[in-house]
């Protein structure tokens, strides 16, 4: 049956050093690069067919380094559908088509968008608007930071996309590997799983972990918890 992989990026930059990030493009930390590999690891024997990505560097740099040890051997293509790259990147041979595994981008699955919050330190940003209202911005379902997305607004683009880009895929019986964030990919669980608003929110998703589904006659099944 077709396998649904869900993978938050490894530890980035700025994960490291506590600053909120949100749609800044850092990339991985050392450490970072070191989970990407662990998961690699636990999916290496899995059959990948399709990749998804968020648009930014902490994610595909995540896909990237969990294709190049995997067993498969297939090269990960990044497809992109507009412009110069789309013009001028396309490929003429069949047989390495065949030994290629497509690559989506899509922003649907970036990161929350964290507004005025993005590059503060963390605990700085306690001290100075207090525990309590952090708290409310970082994990309230319908509460935003100022001028950024609060998970509902999150969860508004990414669960369309899963609907029309990804679902599709596992119907034609593929298997789907999705390198993203905490928030798009709780915002997706909560399809998966049928969580609650207030489930979503304590859903803790660590990084480089991956979240493995079977999907079957229309609905998904958690596989046993990897490590």
Do not use: C
């Not at 935003?144 to 990414?158: C, W, Y």
């Not at 596992?170 to 489930?199: Q, T």
């Amino acid at each position: 049956m077709p396998t649904l992989i869900l993978l938050r990026h490894g530890e980035s930059m700025w994960n490291k050093n506590n600053l909120f990030t949100g749609w800044v493009d850092v990339p991985l930390s050392e450490k970072g690069i070191q989970e990407s590999l662990k998961a690699a690891e636990i999916i290496k024997a899995l059959p990948i067919d399709v990749i998804f990505s968020s648009t930014l560097n902490r994610g595909i740099m995540t896909a990237m380094l969990v294709m190049a040890h995997h067993k498969q051997g297939k090269t990960p293509v990044i497809i992109h559908e507009r412009g110069k790259l789309h013009d001028w990147g396309a490929i003429h041979s069949e047989k390495a088509k065949e030994n290629m595994v497509p690559v989506f981008l899509s922003d649907d699955l970036n990161e929350r968008m964290y507004g005025d919050l993005q590059g503060l330190n963390k605990e700085e940003t306690r001290q100075q608007f207090g525990a309590d209202q952090v708290q409310i911005w970082r994990r309230s379902y319908s509460v935003s930071p100022p001028h950024g997305e609060s998970l509902e607004m999150t969860a508004k683009r990414a669960i369309p996309y899963f609907q029309k880009k990804i679902l599709p895929q596992l119907k034609e019986g593929k298997n789907v590997f999705v390198a993203a964030h905490g928030n798009s990919l709780r915002s997706i669980m909560k399809l998966l799983d049928n969580l609650s608003d207030d489930e979503v929110v304590h859903l803790e998703l660590a990084t480089g972990k991956p979240i493995i589904y079977d999907y079957k006659n229309g609905s998904f099944t958690k596989q046993s918890t990897h490590s």
